[in-house]
């Protein structure tokens, strides 16, 4: 399921790290849904999420550590893997969220004023070329438990395609798909460069653009709707289908 949720925000400006504000509302949205039923089995533990989001920003201008906009209207795009019913469980929690004040740092407020459920791409194929939406990139994160850091790796790197698929060999174990699904994913960059993102006091390196994957149809069709690489759920990841072969 992919929808699209329609903010007003009270004052047209953001902080610049503005990923935890998101993923605040997804959190309180979800504890209002069957009295909070829910609210574990998607933010507690480190169990792998079947969603992610990225917003998008009227005419944003970055001045500083903030982002100020020309109008008071912000977008949502949200998108779920249904195999757990994890959209209609997100589309029932919006939707009691809708006209209730969300409040921001500094005084500001976001409302939730209308959501459209969007038409999503039925993949059939095995090779799809696909772009990330606009506001969030992908995200290949290599994480060391002994120091407990953060190693990122973009498109500059030349071990990066190797880095990606071995990440992406775990998202499809982790939802479920066999070993040989897992092991049959070819990714091929097309155009695509490196960002640099604030998030949640960090900087974290991403990479955008066009690009074509390879594996069974049904896998494509779950990074298509839950997201694609590291840290999905916290607003990177999102794709677009241009085409299929």
Not at 176 to 200: D, H, P, W, Y
Request: glycine share 8%; hydrophobic share 40%.
């Amino acid at each position: 399921m992919r929808l699209e949720l329609n903010f007003e925000i009270e004052k047209p400006q953001l902080p610049k790290d503005n990923k935890s504000i998101w993923v605040s509302f997804l959190k309180k949205s979800l504890s209002g849904v069957g009295q909070g039923m829910f609210f574990d089995k998607y933010f507690l533990g480190t169990a792998q999420k079947d969603y992610t989001f990225t917003t998008i920003l009227s005419s944003p201008k970055f001045v500083g550590g903030e982002i100020f906009l020309d109008n008071n209207q912000i977008k949502m795009i949200f998108s779920a893997d249904d195999r757990n019913k994890t959209g209609l469980i997100f589309f029932q929690a919006f939707i009691a969220m809708k006209q209730k004040k969300f409040p921001l740092p500094n005084g500001n407020s976001i409302t939730l004023k209308k959501i459209n459920q969007l038409r999503e791409h039925l993949i059939t194929n095995s090779k799809v070329t696909f772009r990330t939406v606009v506001g969030g990139g992908i995200v290949v994160r290599d994480h060391n438990r002994e120091t407990n850091k953060d190693k990122f790796y973009t498109v500059a790197d030349s071990n990066f395609e190797e880095k990606l698929i071995e990440i992406l060999n775990i998202q499809a174990r982790e939802a479920g798909f066999s070993e040989s699904a897992a092991q049959n994913i070819k990714f091929t960059a097309m155009q695509c460069r490196k960002i640099l993102v604030k998030a949640f006091g960090i900087y974290v390196d991403t990479t955008i653009g066009i690009f074509t994957l390879e594996a069974n149809s049904d896998l494509l069709q779950y990074f298509y709707q839950a997201g694609l690489g590291s840290k999905h759920s916290q607003g990177y990841g999102l794709l677009d289908v241009i085409s299929q072969e």
